[in-house]
């Protein structure tokens, strides 16, 4: 079903706006969820909220793309389900992706999220666009949707080692890039 019509559907409160979402999206949700929780029960929940959270911002919002702010949901609530579960312990699945760019940025927690965060967003979606697609495919696979070596190795039919040398590289070049655009940043080994 195209995405206006989905829309739609939540614009008229009808509640195949839900059934037609986890149709079309359903599947890449619950990718998102299980990659970040890892934890088959706990990434349903994230899935059924993100429905809930559609439901409750459409309207008054209107996405487009549609496709991205179902992710966004899924994505900011397994986050928030992860931060919750991993108060007391750490989830090495997770925080391996993320331990990869903290080092990045110095400080990050302190930034003023109203202004340097868009700013910093705007940054790195501009450092995206001058990768290579490989590059930012991987990247992408890896930093946004949380995903494994070994499952990005499986789905694009590169090995370990080339993803894991591109992700270093990519790595390097945002640093230098974030430098140039007068960030402050640690080095990446």
């Excluded at 890892?38 to 409750?56: H, P, Q, R």
């Excluded at 949901?73 to 331990?99: G, P, Q, V």
């Excluded at 705007?122 to 930012?136: G, P, S, V, W, Y």
């Amino acid at each position: 079903m195209d995405d206006q019509l989905i829309i739609q559907l939540f614009m008229d409160r009808s509640e195949e706006a839900i059934e037609a979402t986890a149709k079309k999206y359903g599947r890449l949700c619950t990718s998102i969820a299980r990659n970040i929780l890892n934890n088959n029960e706990d990434a349903d929940e994230c899935v059924n909220d993100t429905y809930l959270a559609l439901w409750n911002s459409i309207p008054p919002e209107n996405p487009d793309p549609l496709s991205a702010y179902v992710c966004r949901i899924a994505r900011n609530l397994s986050l928030k389900k992860y931060r919750y579960n991993t108060e007391l312990k750490r989830n090495s699945f997770y925080d391996a992706s993320l331990e990869e760019l903290e080092d990045t940025l110095v400080g990050n927690e302190d930034i003023d999220r109203s202004t340097e965060v868009k700013e910093l967003t705007e940054a790195i979606n501009r450092f995206l666009d001058q990768l290579k697609k490989t590059d930012r495919v991987l990247f992408v696979k890896r930093y946004w949707f949380c995903k494994d070596i070994d499952d990005i190795a499986a789905e694009t039919g590169l090995s370990r080692n080339y993803i894991n040398v591109h992700l270093h590289r990519t790595r390097e070049k945002l640093k230098n890039y974030l430098i140039k655009e007068n960030y402050d940043v640690q080095g990446i080994v």
